[in-house]
């Protein structure tokens, strides 16, 4: 038995917090208040610190050791790839497990691959990369044939039953695309008892040519299919218009759809260079010039459309961080801020692969080797959301804290996925998945030019009752991860 003595103690389910002890045995805690010394039990002392359950990632494309540790290190214990989702998912499943992992893993029936299966003959192997290429290709992204579309249904619906966690939805990617395609994924969603995990087409304040405002897509889905609808990083699809998608998000929810959204605390985004949207002619549309965008392998800064027009010809599936709202201008502060705020948002991180020159993308060396590539909310995301949310502002209590980033999360999860009902609180009973923080360090380290950097302030982390982080040291030799399935 483990006895953590002594630390504040915050249970999102109850949103309650107190000072408590928590033993944690086999896995599971299996008490909390006072625990009384055991001589077979090891103790450890943190008063002071707030301990919390682990933070659930619902949006993570890190499918490597060394992202994983990253994540660690920033408090997060269970990492899904839920937008995009892998296919095959017995492959994904097999190959993370073949690997090890140190975090919980899991991933969803992914659409965009589907598509790739029924529109161009490929034969997706699970691989994120390949994936991101293909979606700046016009026959991908062009409306599905009756056959088409019912070869891909049929495809996800396999994937569903072999226990992918939902349905992955790049709509955004292929946005011209016929939305009564949407509405067939939502159908599939709600006959499964499933979700779907939505990148939304564009907004109409972007592109008012869009067949349908992606984030209306969303509610009139949710409302005719009853389907559990996620709307995925509103603050990087939504942009200087946030107020009002989330107020369209509002009414949904007001009106008895399930719909969830979540958001992450940065101003600049990241995805493939071929996306549809950052075509030369439709940077217009969102503020954007090329110099917004920096090519993450190489660092290059896109001097001009010409330039962009070529990396798009050459490498389309090449990562890019784009800058979209400028946090030091107090006005897009604010609406990051509101992103964050807004009631029941969860946060995710939209994590990114790390990539080391040479196309280097994974080590289990640690501290990880220099020049390594990403996004910094790939190392950042939960710490920088709690350094702003709870300490710089006070926006949020702890309990409110870890009800975002932990029990929410499983919440959406929970109804089809038996393995998330005892993740995201802290009671006798739930997973010991659990994160020991300091309330006065915690803080993200990564940025732009640094995005490797782990964040600071997780003093222990436990994944199934294993140390992952000890004392702030990071384990190298614990691989305590396991699948989550359907
Ligand atoms: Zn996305």
Not at 28 to 33: E, L, R
Not at 458 to 479: N, P
């Amino acid at each position: 038995m483990l006895i953590l003595r002594g630390g504040l103690v915050a249970d999102p389910r109850t949103g309650t917090e107190q000072v408590a002890d928590v033993a944690v045995s086999d896995g599971s805690v299996v008490a909390v208040g006072s625990v009384p010394d055991d001589p077979s039990a090891e103790v450890i002392d943190v008063t002071g610190l707030v301990v919390g359950p682990g933070f659930i990632d619902l949006h993570s494309h890190v499918h490597s050791i060394a992202g994983q540790r990253l994540q660690a290190m920033d408090g997060v214990t269970t990492t899904l790839d839920l937008e995009a989702g892998l296919l095959p998912i017995e492959l994904a499943y097999a190959r993370a497990a073949a690997d090890g992992r140190v975090l919980h893993y899991g991933f969803s029936a992914s659409w965009g691959d589907a598509r790739a299966v029924a529109h161009l003959g490929m034969a997706p192997e699970a691989d994120l990369e390949a994936s991101l290429s293909m979606l700046g290709d016009p026959a991908w992204q062009r409306t599905s044939s009756a056959a088409e579309r019912h070869a891909w249904l049929e495809l996800l619906e396999s994937e569903l039953a072999a226990g992918a966690l939902g349905i992955g939805v790049l709509m955004g990617y292929a946005p011209r695309s016929d939305p009564a395609e949407f509405l067939d994924v939502a159908r599939l969603a709600a006959s499964t008892g499933t979700a779907t995990f939505t990148h939304v087409r564009e907004i109409v304040e972007a592109d008012p040519t869009t067949p349908v405002d992606g984030a209306e897509e969303i509610t009139r889905a949710a409302a005719e299919t009853g389907a559990r609808m996620h709307h995925c990083h509103v603050n990087s699809t939504s942009r200087r218009h946030v107020d009002r998608v989330l107020g369209l998000l509002d009414g949904s929810r007001s009106a008895g759809s399930d719909v969830t959204v979540e958001a992450y605390p940065y101003g600049a985004g990241s995805t493939a260079i071929g996306a549809f949207f950052l075509a030369p002619e439709r940077l217009g549309a969102w503020g954007l010039v090329p110099s917004s965008i920096t090519m993450v392998s190489t660092g290059e800064r896109i001097a001009s459309l010409a330039r962009l027009t070529e990396l798009r010809a050459t490498d389309p599936g090449a990562v890019c961080v784009v800058l979209f709202l400028d946090e030091d201008s107090p006005a897009d502060n604010a609406m990051l801020q509101r992103a964050l705020a807004f009631p029941d948002a969860i946060v995710a991180s939209d994590a990114m692969r790390v990539e080391w020159p040479g196309g280097v993308v994974d080590t289990r060396e640690w501290p990880l080797p220099p020049g390594g590539q990403t996004h910094p909310r790939t190392a950042g995301t939960y710490a920088r959301s709690l350094r702003r949310m709870v300490r710089e502002t006070g926006a949020w209590t702890w309990s409110e804290a870890f009800r975002r980033c932990a029990y929410l999360p499983a919440q959406v999860l929970a109804p089809f996925t038996p393995a998330m009902r005892t993740k995201g609180y802290l009671a006798p009973g739930a997973d010991a998945d659990l994160v020991v923080l300091s309330p006065d360090q915690i803080t993200d380290r990564a940025t732009y030019l640094d995005p490797t950097r782990p964040s600071t302030g997780v003093v222990h982390l436990l994944v199934d009752g294993t140390f992952v982080v000890r004392d702030g040291a990071l384990d190298t030799t614990a691989y305590p991860g396991r699948p989550v399935r359907r």
